[in-house]
């Protein structure tokens, strides 16, 4: 059954050799010490201040979601730069090689600019997987984790534990493409793969295998996370939360999840059918013996497209959340702005041809795509329109949260126009393949990462506590947009000149004072990152003096998750909200309840800690790694063991504690005397969770230095 | 929409709630397992829309076609195994509803048997089909082919084991609250995996067979 | 709801319209198209059967949001197979002319 690879095998060790380690190449030998020594000062420094436990029971454990959001937050982030390294990595290549001949650095063992064809092939493979999927996606569902349930007045999700599974299964997708750089190589046939150079024949190394099972992890993780997102909306609400009142954030969560629910299966399979190439010798997309090598591109994109929409529409709705806030006004036509978001998930399904119009269908197919795609911009038209309609006539406060907003759509329209121009299969077939294509898809990613950003900034002070400076945060959004500027400006006019994707020897001198200018916004962008840097810096640093000591931390925000103290507690609302309008928080303050406390408490039910996600994560790494190197006896024991686990959790089961409600009035009290006090001896240690804040396990024995177990009167059940 | 038109009464405005109304613990769980068989119907989708590029004649390249191997009776039994274990987990169900231990446990235990009926046939026509040469490395239609059916089984497979698990926690710790949702939820994937079972006998197995 | 009756109406429908396929395919009663034709209305007829017996998909309050999950995918296991199937026909119909474009025509 099990095909017979190129190259050594051993039952011990698979295809693992000392000669897999790339520790002659010059850019990765040097990287990998300086990675080994960072995180051995990380450890150190972890091990020296005593934070093992903490860590452990805090975050490595927890199920709460706003924890596990701001872990998605953080992992999505080191990716974005890793990320952000890779195409700075392509662009300097492109900026060295371009011109005719031999140019390349010969002790790199480079022919053209400074890379190797073979790395430059998986740099820009990396890339692509990692922005879209490792970084991306992580930030927004890490953001939609941490607001959501917030913004439909619950207390968690709806499977806590589902949700922490989630999390971990991403990291161990993280760590399979992290450990891809210096352990073997990575796929060179670009992000989403080609048939049949993605067979064993033409691609005997790891490098396909490590992009299958990382696609594969990503893929599990978000689809567990898609039916928790769904679930909560619709069995969690707070009373009084009809369908009719819940925000557009949130909205745009249930549309973009119904979209991943529907989609990721596709790419599961279509993943799956090449590992069944690869290691069981089958026919599915191979040139001959009856395969179909256009059928794997079919259904990659089958899933592709509706991803795209699975990561714009969460951006969409955080613009819908920070404009009307910096408006003062509602949001302009909420019901078209919910109807859009479900039309545009809805003719999402429709258009993935549009990524292949070349590939021959021909001229009736490509219509009825083409007409599909051009649909499409009809309600993200109307979006547009609304957003324009809040701003008009609002009183306007551009703060750095509202210039990421506006300048979101800024790109959006640029993006998006692009988008119906390539949407034409007449124009499609000239620029397919080209740059142009890859300017429109990185203006609509950018519009996705400024919505990010612009929504960080808005949610920090209710995570956190106090808000990050803005003068840093505008700083780096003036820097990151000239950047942007300068790098995809060119490359819409490169693309069509005829520079083609994937190019690491840009022949056409023509084209040298484009990339120079590219470079120069790739520098700009170094410039951003090291503001952004200096931004974080800067505020931890003032966190006493933009102390926020109301619910409401910008004064205007409109939605129930501005009603919880800030830091937000990890029990989000001592007592259930009842909602009685679209923005609750908008209303409550024009009618003076803000300060209205409940006049009595009740027991609250709270599920505990559990190692058993982060186990099985790392379980899946396992059976990720094993799989990719053909360790069979690694593979199978880590399945057989993650299995054990969730048969084990099972029969445990989680009945969860109860805190009763005097200890839930204590802690009220205690959350709201911290919110309104400037001692600085309140202030909660880095941000909202650690040391003082109330925590699960913390909160009332202040003395104790923090148990494993919960506060002593609530009741086991 | 914005209730700001209304003149709210202080006094009577209603700004906090004992408890979340509706808080179904089962239904919670049992509508999040529907989303999860929904998308695994997807995945099967998703395998019988390769499996329709890849069974034209072209396919099977040289190689045998279904029409060569199938044996529309076999398989017949194969479907009236399935179609049994799901019905004796169906008497499983209600004899939960009128909360009989015994009638539950009996009910799962027939279903596990007969389930394995099915698996046993199926690894038997597997076996079968390899010792006369019709294997997923022949062709890119029989690696479709392969693909639908032995997915198919192993999530049979999967509902086997689970049922094991069922039958250990219901001994166990009875009827909780958790024990009766994974039940319910059990019902929907093992009936689901009846309902795939449908599609791909008629279009795998009957119409391979026609052509 | 869950009640003996339903479930073995399920049974005793999915099963003989199983049988009933089974005897068309193997008598070769009717023609190619007709034949395919029965056997899909066959397997239609027994998928709404267990759809509504055994997994209990009907409009009441306890089960309408499982209906509603499912109306929402019924559309897009169409849409995959059925648009992908069309994409390919017309694929193979213009890049291989010895080929019937129809499949089901070995």
């Known amino acids: 059954m099990l095909v017979n690879v190129p190259g050594p095998w051993s039952p011990l060790l698979g295809r693992l050799a000392l000669s897999e380690i790339p520790y002659t190449n010059p850019i990765l030998a040097p990287l990998f010490i300086v990675i080994v020594l960072a995180g051995i000062v990380l450890i150190a420094g972890v091990t020296y201040y005593g934070k093992w436990g903490y860590l452990w029971k805090e975050w490595f454990t927890t199920v709460d979601h706003k924890k596990l959001g701001i872990m998605y937050i953080i992992l999505g982030l080191i990716m974005l730069f890793r990320g952000f390294i890779d195409g700075l990595m392509m662009r300097t290549q492109q900026a060295l090689g371009d011109g005719p001949g031999d140019n390349g650095m010969k002790v790199m063992g480079a022919i053209h600019g400074y890379l190797a064809p073979f790395h430059f092939g998986q740099i820009y493979s990396a890339h692509g997987l990692i922005m879209i999927l490792l970084a991306a996606t992580p930030l927004l569902v890490g953001l939609m984790n941490i607001i959501v349930p917030l913004q439909i007045g619950a207390r968690d999700m709806a499977y806590p534990y589902l949700n922490a599974l989630g999390l971990w299964i991403t990291t161990a997708a993280v760590f399979l493409i992290m450990i891809s750089l210096f352990v073997g190589d990575f796929s060179h046939n670009g992000w989403f793969g080609y048939a049949p150079i993605f067979e064993l024949a033409y691609s005997p190394g790891v490098g396909v295998d490590y992009w299958i099972w990382t696609l594969e992890l990503v893929a599990l993780g978000t689809t567990l996370g898609s039916i928790n997102f769904l679930a909560t909306v619709v069995k969690m609400r707070a009373p009084g939360m009809t369908w009719g009142r819940l925000p557009v954030f949130t909205w745009t969560a249930v549309s973009a999840n119904i979209i991943a629910l529907t989609s990721f299966p596709c790419l599961q399979v279509a993943l799956a059918l090449v590992g069944a190439d690869r290691y069981l ?9 009856g395969g179909n090598l256009m059928l794997y591109t079919n259904l990659f994109w089958l899933w592709g497209h509706p991803e795209v929409y699975f990561v714009i529409l969460p951006a969409f709705g955080m613009l819908s959340e920070v404009i009307p806030a910096f408006s003062e006004k509602p949001i302009f036509g ?8 479900f039309a545009i998930a809805g003719v999402s399904w429709i258009v993935w041809l549009h990524h292949f119009f070349t590939m021959g269908m021909g001229p009736y197919v490509s219509t009825e795509f083409s007409i599909a795609t051009m649909l499409v911009g009809i309600p993200t038209g109307v979006k547009v329109f609304n957003w324009a309609f809040t701003l008009y006539r609002g009183r306007l406060t551009f703060s750095a949260a509202m210039l990421w907003s506006i300048g979101a759509l800024f790109l959006l329209l640029i993006g998006g126009l692009t988008g119906m121009m390539l949407a034409i299969p007449a124009i499609n077939y000239m620029v397919h393949n080209s740059v142009f294509v890859v300017a429109h898809f990185h203006m609509m990613l950018l519009c996705i990462v400024y919505a990010v950003f612009s929504a960080i900034i808005f949610w920090f002070p209710k995570i956190y506590g106090f808000k990050l400076n803005e003068a840093w945060g505008k700083i780096m959004f003036w820097l990151f947009s000239a950047g942007t ?4 400006f060119p490359m819409f006019m490169l693309g069509f000149m005829g520079e083609t994707r994937r190019l690491d020897w840009p022949f056409n001198p023509q084209w040298g004072p484009w990339f120079d200018v590219q470079e120069i916004g790739i520098f700009v962008y170094i410039l951003s990152v090291l503001a952004f840097l200096w931004m974080l810096y800067v505020s931890i640093r003032d966190r006493h003096a933009n102390r926020v000591h109301t619910a409401d931390a910008w004064g205007t925000s409109r939605s129930l998750e501005w009603l919880t103290d800030t830091p937000v507690p990890f029990y989000n609302f001592a007592m259930v909200p009842h909602i009685n309008a679209l923005d609750e928080v908008a209303w409550r303050r024009e009618h003076g309840f803000m300060d209205k406390k409940p006049d009595h408490f009740k027991a609250i039910h709270m599920p505990n800690n559990t190692p058993i996600a982060l186990y099985i994560g790392a379980l899946t790494f396992l059976v990720g790694f094993g799989l990719t190197w053909r360790v069979w006896w690694l593979t199978l024991a880590s399945l057989i063991l993650a299995v054990i686990l969730m048969i084990y959790r099972s029969n445990k089961g989680d009945p969860g504690y109860i805190i009763p409600a005097e200890k ?35 909160a009332l024995d202040r003395d104790a230095s923090g148990s494993l177990t919960p506060p002593n009167d609530s009741r086991h059940l | 929409m914005h209730a700001q038109d209304k003149v709210v009464d202080p006094n009577e405005v209603v700004l906090w709630s004992d408890d979340y109304e509706g808080h179904d613990v089962i239904s919670t769980r049992t509508f999040g397992f529907w989303m999860y068989v929904l998308s695994d119907g997807m995945l099967f989708a998703t395998l019988f829309a390769a499996y329709g590029v890849l069974s034209y004649s072209h396919s099977y390249y040289t190689g045998p076609t279904p029409a060569q191997f199938v044996a529309p009776w076999y398989t017949f039994i194969q479907t009236m195994a399935l179609f049994l274990s799901v019905l004796a987990y169906g008497f499983a169900m209600t004899a939960l509803k009128s909360g009989s231990k015994a009638g539950v446990v009996n009910g799962i235990i027939a279903s596990i048997l007969l389930g394995g009926v099915f698996l046993g046939l199926n690894i038997h026509d597997v076996l079968r089909m390899i010792s006369i040469g019709v294997t997923p490395e022949t062709s890119g239609g029989l690696s479709a082919f392969y693909a639908l059916t032995q997915v198919h089984a192993a999530h049979i497979f999967i509902g086997l084991i689970w049922m094991l698990v069922m039958l250990y926690q219901i001994m166990r710790q009875g009827f909780t609250e958790d024990t009766v949702g994974r039940l319910i939820s059990l019902r929907m994937f093992w009936q689901f995996q009846a309902v795939m079972w449908v599609f791909i006998y008629i279009f795998v197995y009957l119409w391979g067979y026609m052509s | 709801m ?15 319209l ?28 027994a998928i709404i059967a267990q759809v509504y017996f ?3 998909i009907d409009i009441s309050e306890h089960n309408i949001w499982n209906t509603v999950a499912l109306v929402m995918f019924i559309p897009l296991f169409i849409i995959t197979i059925g648009l992908t199937w069309w994409m390919f026909s017309q694929l193979y119909m213009r890049t291989m002319p010895m080929i019937p474009g129809m499949p089901g025509m070995h």
């Open chain 3, 54 to 56: 055994l997994l209990h």
């Open chain 3, 2 to 16: 869950a009640t003996n009756r339903n479930y073995i109406t399920g049974f005793v429908v999915s099963s003989l």
């Open chain 1, 485 to 488: 500027f300068l790098v995809f």
């Open chain 1, 281 to 289: 010798g089958t026919h599915f997309f191979t040139a001959g013996f």
């Open chain 3, 18 to 45: 199983m049988l009933a396929a089974t005897i068309l395919v193997d008598g070769h009663i009717l023609p190619s198209f007709g034949l395919l034709l029965a056997i899909i209305g066959c397997a239609g007829i």
């Open chain 1, 664 to 698: 839930m009035e204590e802690m009220d009290r205690e959350s709201k005397a911290r919110m309104l006090s400037d001692d600085s001896h309140q202030v909660p240690h880095g941000g909202g969770f650690s040391g003082g804040t109330v925590t699960a396990y913390t």
């Open chain 1, 334 to 341: 909420y019901i078209t702005m919910v109807l859009a978001s």
